[in-house]
Every structure is written in C-alpha cells, then in structure tokens.
C-alpha cells in the first residue's frame, strides 16, 4: 500500500527539481499530445522527444535554472513542424492583444495612422497593403495600392535603406505634428499629397464598405476577431449596399485570418441560406452545432440540447450577383465564409488557393509563462455531415502582383472580379460591358447586364 505513495513522492521531487524551461515544454507538449486534433500526421510523441533533446542541449550549462525562454525557442520550433496554421505559439504580449481584440478593444498605445506598408523591389518606396478603417489614414483617404514616394517633403528614395525608410515614417508620425505624405496612385499614376495626424487607435478591425461609381459595393472583412461586433456589422453594410442601389457586390476577404467560428457563421447567413457547422473534438466527446435560420440562431450540444438561442441585429441578406476575393492568407473563418458561399454556388471565388485550414478551428491554452499554445482542436462538419473543405480553390485563379501594383497601380484581383461582374480592362481602366463572358457560374450569368 505504500508503494504508490512513495512512487508519487518521487515523481513530485523530479518535477519540483525541474528547470522554469523544463516545466513550460512539459506543459506545452501534453498540451499537443492530447488534444491536437488537426490535420498534420506526425507522430506526437516522436516530435515531443525529439524537441525534448533540443531543449536539454539548449538548457546543458544551466540544469535547474534554464529560464522560460529557451522552452520557447524549442516550442516555436515543435509547433512549426506540424504546418498547421491552427496550430502555434503566442508570448504574452500576443496573447494579451489577441484577448483585447477579442474584446474588440485593443488600444495601439502609440501614436499610429492605421497603414500597413511593405517594400518594393528596387526602390525604397513604400506600398500600401492595408489601411485600418476609421482610423487617420482612412480618414484621410488612403486606399490599397497607394504607393509612398515622399514624407513630409523627403523622398524616401533619398535615405539609405527599406529600413531607414520605415523608420523615418514612424519618426514623423510619433512627433504627434501633422504628416504630409506624398503618394502615386492607380493605372493613371495620379500625384496626391495627404495629410494627417498620428494618434492612438484601435487595432482590433470591423468591416468595412467602398462603393464605386460603378455601382458595384466593395465590402472587406478583416477577420473575425471581435466578438458580437463583425457579423452583425456585415449585415448592417450589406442592408446599406442595398439602401444604396449597389448592382452587385465584391466580398473582399484576402489577408482575413479568421476569428470567432460564431462570427463568421452570422457573417454567412448575410449571403447563404441556413448556414450550419457542426464542431467535434479528438475523442469525440464533445459536439456543438451552430445554426441560422431567418436571422435566427441556435447553439446545441452532442445531446440536442439547446445552449443559446440568438438574433442577429438587422439581419440582411445580399441577393444579387457576388464575387468574393480570396488569398494565400484567408485563412480559417474566411475559408468557412467562402467555402459555404461556393458550395451553394452563390457566388464566384476569385484569387489564390487559401491557407488551408478551413475545416478545423484552435483552442488557447494558457501556459506558466503568461503566454499560450494554441492548438487545433475541433473539426469541422457541414449539415450534411461532410467535412467543410480544408482549403478554398477559386472558380477563377489569379495571383496578387504587388510588383504590378506598385509600378502600375494594377490590383489584379480586383480586375479580375470586376471583369466577372461583367466588366472589363480598357486603356488603363475598367469599363461596364453588356453581358459576361460563357463560361462563368450561373448565378453571375443572370444577373450579367448593367
């Protein structure tokens, strides 16, 4: 009777003589050991060893007080192995902004002006890839594709390096004064000047709505991160596109990592009727089943029994002809969206083949460092009981040219969904023609004239 307790005994003495680092890979690996469940066919417990290994080498000169931050080199690399986009580690300066986003408040704390910019090949110019809505750059009218030559006078092409070209941008805007940039836009290369002023925002992101002259509404889903804020957002945007007279909508879901399950499944039901997702973990012990109905939700468990009802605010739904945009990083809640929306061929899909994990969803745990391991723990499951694709392939594929649109102001992609609307290219612009090309989905077809 006293074997088990002295065997216990020496467990905890082993455990108590653990290392910090030891401590957070033990908790991170049983973490992935038990509850991973996505679609990466690696041996668990071969790839735990194998970090294991790592990690005592990493940790050979300090034995006992190996501090947390070599566990998390040896976890970032553990987790990376499996190429799961659902599957990943967080610091705790991650985690704590993942969880205001949630919350949909999550203060920058240092002036920003809401604009994502990267390099361009041989120039140190800069190219506008994303613009925060609502915040100064958006007010001030910057839009996708914009191409900064100039700040506050200074040719960016006039300092050393991508580097100092960054760094001077941020400079100006932390001064707190107003910035004049210098920008070059679209295929006519028009020269702006625009001005404004850093402050602190909110990064966590709503949708947005851009109506074109053309009649047609272009709506843009960041992600899915804010909680009770996105779909009934969407709804509210397309009810406006209609208010509006929009002739057909462009759904914008490139870069949209995801978010909420929940909130990608009201942003559905704004374009698809009935939508519905099953959830089941590893061992098949839990099961939730979300669905939509006329604006009209419910949540169930494995037994049936009903969990939540809901309502969504202003439910809408858009009718006429869609496109929706998608890239190599939609990923997880804008593959379900663009998923449901090509399989009940509602709409046309144009772009890149998604990340690929659209059929499974993460659960954050919480690890003794502050920070955290998400794992992919759910799949995925249609009413029909099939799985919800991994992936999305577009009906009509085109890769993104950010050299094109830096040079020439051309979005490709958003050409091309014109073009299914049944526009076309003509001298630098996109002009309405009567009719669409054979070939393209029914749904576009009937609704093909202008």
């Not at 100039?150 to 001064?175: H, I, M, R, W, Y």
């Not at 295929?187 to 074109?212: D, F």
Request: aromatic share 6%; net charge neutral.
């Amino acid at each position: 009777m006293r074997k088990p307790f002295v065997a216990a005994l020496l467990v905890w003495a082993s455990l108590a003589l653990a290392s910090p680092a030891q401590d957070l890979f033990d908790q991170a690996s049983f973490y992935l050991q038990f509850y991973y469940n996505g679609p990466s066919t690696t041996n668990l417990k071969e790839l735990t060893a194998k970090y294991q290994a790592n990690l005592d080498s990493a940790c050979a000169s300090q034995k006992d007080t190996c501090p947390y931050d070599q566990a998390v080199k040896v976890i970032e690399g553990m987790v990376a192995e499996l190429n799961d986009g659902h599957t990943y580690y967080q610091t705790p300066e991650e985690l704590g902004t993942f969880q205001q986003q949630r919350q949909g408040s999550a203060p920058s704390k240092v002036l920003r002006i809401g604009l994502t910019h990267t390099a361009i090949q041989g120039s140190h110019d800069r190219l506008v890839v994303d613009v925060v809505e609502g915040g100064p750059a958006d007010q001030a009218g910057f839009q996708y594709g914009d191409r900064i030559t100039a700040v506050n006078g200074k040719p960016l092409n006039s300092l050393s390096s991508d580097d100092e070209a960054v760094k001077f941008l941020t400079d100006q805007v932390q001064t707190g004064k107003p910035v004049t940039i210098s920008i070059v836009r679209g295929p006519q290369r028009q020269r702006l000047e625009l001005t404004l002023t850093g402050r602190e925002i909110n990064l966590s992101r709503v949708p947005s709505l851009k109506m074109r002259p053309d009649g047609v509404a272009v709506l843009k889903i960041p992600d899915f991160l804010a909680d009770g804020k996105v779909g009934a957002k969407v709804h509210e945007l397309v009810k406006q596109a209609q208010t509006e007279g929009a002739k057909a909508m462009i759904l914008d879901l490139r870069g949209n990592g995801g978010g909420s399950a929940l909130e990608a499944l009201i942003s559905m039901a704004a374009f698809v009727d009935d939508p519905y997702v099953a959830f089941t973990d590893r061992y098949n012990t839990e099961r939730t089943e979300i669905s939509i109905k006329n604006g009209q939700g419910s949540i169930r468990n494995k037994d049936g029994t009903e969990l939540q009802r809901f309502s969504i605010p202003g439910y809408t739904q858009w009718k006429g002809p869609l496109v929706v945009l998608v890239d190599q990083r939609s990923a997880s809640g804008a593959e379900y969206l663009a998923s449901a929306i090509q399989l009940a061929k509602r709409g046309v899909i144009v772009g890149e083949p998604t990340v690929g994990i659209g059929n499974t969803t993460t659960r954050t745990f919480n690890l003794i460092n502050g920070g955290g391991i998400n794992i992919a723990y759910n799949r995925a499951y249609l009413a029909n009981g099939q799985s919800y694709p991994a992936q999305v392939r577009p009906d009509i594929q085109v890769s993104a040219d950010l050299n094109l649109l830096a040079n020439n102001g051309r979005d490709v992609q958003m050409e091309k969904a014109l073009e299914a609307l049944g526009f076309k290219a003509a001298s630098g612009e996109l002009q309405p023609v009567w009719g669409l090309a054979s070939g393209l989905p029914q749904p576009l077809l009937r609704a093909g004239a202008a």
